[in-house]
């Protein structure tokens, strides 16, 4: 049960950082910005797009979350990552760039996972 704990709190971790408080802090920037607009996304789509991703990460780490609510933010991560590797296939082709958002899909999976045995 404690492996289990570990396991689920560093993935789930991982992606409150990179997919919540990064996202916060960084959304507002003109990388961010050239980002979107390099994939063909519309700026307001940033906007709404790091709203989402800031309560979903907030949702995964906060304990009382209802479990359907949880489950709502795994799929839209979920979404969110395969739809990324879609998006830069697409544009950019297969690069390095393509892979983040398979291992972040990865990590999110083991945190679905783990979140079962814990929940």
């Known amino acids: 049960m404690k492996k289990d704990k570990i396991i689920y709190w560093t993935t789930t971790g991982i992606i409150f950082l990179l997919e919540g408080v990064m996202t916060?802090?960084?959304?507002?920037?003109?990388?961010?910005?050239?980002?979107?607009?390099?994939?063909?996304?519309p700026l307001y789509f940033l906007t709404i797009l790091a709203a989402?991703?800031?309560?979903?990460?907030?949702?995964?780490?906060?304990p009382k979350t209802p479990q359907y609510v949880r489950e709502w933010a795994y799929a839209g991560f979920g979404i969110v990552f395969i739809s990324a590797f879609v998006s830069h296939i697409a544009v950019?082709?297969?690069t390095g760039?393509?892979?983040?958002?398979?291992?972040?899909?990865?990590?999110?999976?083991?945190?679905?996972i783990y979140s079962k045995k814990v929940y």
């Open 24 to 41: 916060a802090l960084t959304s507002h920037t003109q990388m961010a910005k050239d980002g979107v607009t390099h994939l063909g996304y």
């Open 52 to 62: 989402f991703k800031v309560v979903g990460a907030l949702a995964l780490v906060y």
């Open 97 to 112: 760039a393509v892979m983040f958002p398979l291992v972040m899909f990865a990590i999110l999976a083991t945190s679905y």
């Open 92 to 94: 950019d082709g297969f």
